[in-house]
């Protein structure tokens, strides 16, 4: 018998063998977004790929049966081939042999080019794919119920979707090979951790809040709105915990031109929430009350501080500066190893900025200033400081009891901390 046909047949089996694996490896690594851009786009191949990923236990299926029924093949033929050559050595030559170019030629190599360019194998085997599941259609059939059958047996607990912890590390993965930039990876973090922060977490506190009384003379109103870069100002009623409305500098000199000797009639609503709320959630209630203004109040009634959409849409895309605002940086670096910062200076970023230690336990602060009263136990006089983790922390402004600024000594320099 002719040993050339043969060897021509267990060529071919090793190149589908070779199909069928890198089709295995493009299917399942494929960026799925960017074929289904194609798809979008009219790409018919980018539509057949979808298509089929869509049931991939279909897909899996398909090629395990067409990649044993090839290799099953040319590992029978190839003992069949070595034998006529060497008798009864062939059957173990055809083991080694086989198993080697199998592994070589029909295994590792396409696989490793097919993940090297996952969408466009997964575009080129797509149709030739569709036509090979619809030959093996009984065949899918069988094994499906045989899933099914081995899915009642071995019952697995239901998992969850995608965390966002999961959704954090493909942004980072997107950003570290570049498909998006820093900025865009910045956006979509501050996005996926919005809603996990809470009025509390971004209001303006009580002692800082600049407000006007309902009945203040228009002068004296006037003047607090050309003291203050403020746009709007909160208006109360006796005291800062009956915060009644919010005054908007355009109304005020409006209702100041027309001769009006009260603010009340430029005076809109505020809403009224709990310092727990998610800002996802307080955003909403903004948009829907029409306001600017939300007045967070604490469990006695009595006012903690305010929120505005701007506060809220910061969170977001960071801090929003006009023509009117001084800009000031919150950490400013005198030397490689002292940095001033500023007591509101958010305390989560604090510790990632200059990569410390996660506390063991939570603090009750959210904000350096009270960070810095909570380890000292006291509202602390300038020059007060403490250690930690190796590190001087230096009070270095006080005012109106809070903690307005503090010089940071670094035990050593930034670029030789490692992330904690």
Not at 1 to 18: G, N, R
Not at 279 to 292: D, F, G, P, V, W
Request: with cysteine; hydrophobic share 45%; glycine share 6%.
């Amino acid at each position: 018998m002719d040993a050339i046909p043969l060897l021509l047949v267990i060529i071919l089996c090793v190149l589908a063998s070779a199909y069928f694996s890198a089709s295995e490896t493009a299917f399942s690594t494929m960026n799925r977004l960017r074929v289904k851009t194609l798809a979008d786009d009219g790409n018919h191949r980018a539509q057949a790929a979808l298509k089929l990923v869509e049931n991939y236990d279909r897909l899996i299926t398909t090629i395990l049966i067409g990649n044993n029924i090839v290799n099953i093949l040319s590992a029978s033929l190839g003992t069949v081939v070595f034998t006529m050559w060497l008798a009864d050595a062939g059957v173990s030559v055809s083991t080694v042999v086989m198993t080697v170019v199998v592994l070589i030629f029909g295994e590792i190599s396409p696989k490793t080019l097919a993940q090297e360019h996952a969408e466009a194998f997964a575009l080129f085997s797509a149709r030739p794919m569709m036509v090979l599941q619809t030959i093996l259609r009984p065949l899918n059939f069988l094994f499906s119920q045989w899933k099914k059958l081995l899915d009642r047996v071995f019952r697995k607990k239901q998992e969850p979707g995608i965390t966002a912890e999961e959704i954090m590390t493909m942004v980072d993965e997107a950003q570290s090979e570049g498909g998006i930039d820093e900025h865009k990876g910045e956006l979509l973090r501050s996005a996926i951790e919005f809603d996990d922060l809470d009025a509390n977490d971004i209001l303006t506190p009580r002692v800082e809040v600049v407000a006007v009384e309902k009945d203040a003379a228009m002068d004296e109103v006037a003047r607090v709105f050309m003291g203050n870069p403020y746009s709007r100002l909160p208006v109360y009623e006796e005291n800062l915990d009956n915060i009644i409305g919010m005054v908007h500098e355009k109304d005020f000199f409006m209702a100041m031109n027309r001769g009006e000797t009260s603010i009340m009639g430029a005076m809109k609503p505020v809403i009224y929430v709990a310092g727990g709320i998610k800002i996802s959630r307080l955003l909403r209630m903004i948009q829907q009350a029409k306001t600017h203004v939300a007045v967070v109040v604490d469990e006695f009634g009595g006012t903690e501080g305010i929120v505005t959409l701007e506060d809220i849409l910061e969170q977001l895309v960071g801090d929003i500066w006009d023509e009117h605002d001084v800009v000031e940086s919150e950490v400013e670096e005198i030397n490689n190893t002292t940095y001033l910062v500023a007591g509101s200076y958010s305390l989560e970023d604090f510790f990632e900025t200059f990569r410390l230690p996660a506390p063991e336990e939570a603090y009750e602060s959210v904000t350096v200033g009270g960070w810095v009263m909570e380890e000292l136990g006291c509202i602390p006089d300038i020059g007060a400081h403490f250690a930690y983790g190796g590190n001087e922390v230096y009070v270095t402004r006080v005012e109106k009891r809070q903690v307005k600024e503090i010089r940071f000594q670094l035990g050593e320099p930034l670029a030789h901390r490692e992330e904690p």
